[in-house]
């Protein structure tokens, strides 16, 4: 099954105050599994950035210009998704900016139903708790260091985790943040090395059959009528 976990950043809440996106980060994954696909743009939003947006996500208009408007990416952006389910955290938020952006671009907008909001599954799972994405990195104990400010496609590397949680454990193997070695599988590496299982395989021993256990052999199997053992 392909999913894509999605987030977005943006100039504000509203796109019906003029708000538009300016960043999109997508991961896809195939049978809950990350398949190392992603797609991931900035976006000129012909606007200025609040200074509450700002100091969310350090996007400043000047680095904005330098990259296309939302119309420019819309296909890409389209057949990356396809028609496989949006995981998203505040799906509505998120929805509703993709599409506002998708009408501007006269382009067919994204059904709701195809959005899997992860706030709601997180407030089904641990009612009354936190549920945002700091707060749920901190219950799984996923990694979230390097968020010192909101990003599209770290966000949604983040989220994906999450997800695998929510559905009940990740799978093995799941790791955007670092490829190196972490110091518990280092020093299970060495306890493995220094132990016995790395010691030399011994050959196997051998168990002669003794002559009374064919006698005794023979004698059982000459009591059976029409046995295989004398055809």
Not at 128 to 153: K, V, W
Not at 218 to 223: A, K, M, N, V, W
Request: glycine share 6%; proline share 5%; hydrophobic share 40%.
């Amino acid at each position: 099954m392909r999913e894509i976990v999605l987030d977005t950043e943006t100039t504000g809440f509203e796109p019906k105050e003029g708000h538009r996106m300016v960043e999109i980060g997508c991961i896809e994954l195939m049978h809950q599994l990350p398949t190392g696909r992603s797609f991931h743009q900035y976006i000129n939003p012909e606007r200025d950035m609040p200074e509450e947006a700002y100091r969310v996500h350090g996007l400043s208009i000047d680095f904005l210009s330098t990259y296309p408007v939302f119309p420019d990416v819309a296909d890409d952006f389209l057949e990356f998704i396809g028609d496989a389910p949006l995981i998203i955290h505040n799906a509505a938020f998120d929805m509703k900016f993709i599409n506002a952006e998708l009408e501007l671009s006269n382009k067919s907008i994204v059904p709701m139903a195809q959005a899997v909001d992860t706030l709601e599954m997180a407030r089904r799972k641990f009612p009354g708790s936190p549920a945002t994405l700091d707060a749920l990195c901190r219950r799984f104990e996923i990694d979230n260091s390097n968020r010192t400010l909101h990003g599209a496609l770290l966000d949604a590397e983040l989220l994906a985790e999450v997800y695998l949680e929510l559905l009940g454990g990740r799978q093995h193997g799941l790791s955007f943040a670092s490829n190196k070695k972490t110091n518990e599988q280092v020093d299970t590496a060495k306890l493995i090395k220094n132990s016995k299982i790395a010691k030399k395989h011994r050959e196997a021993r051998k168990f002669p059959i003794l002559e009374q256990e064919l006698i005794a052999h023979e004698g059982l199997i000459s009591q059976i009528d029409n046995n295989l053992w004398n055809q």
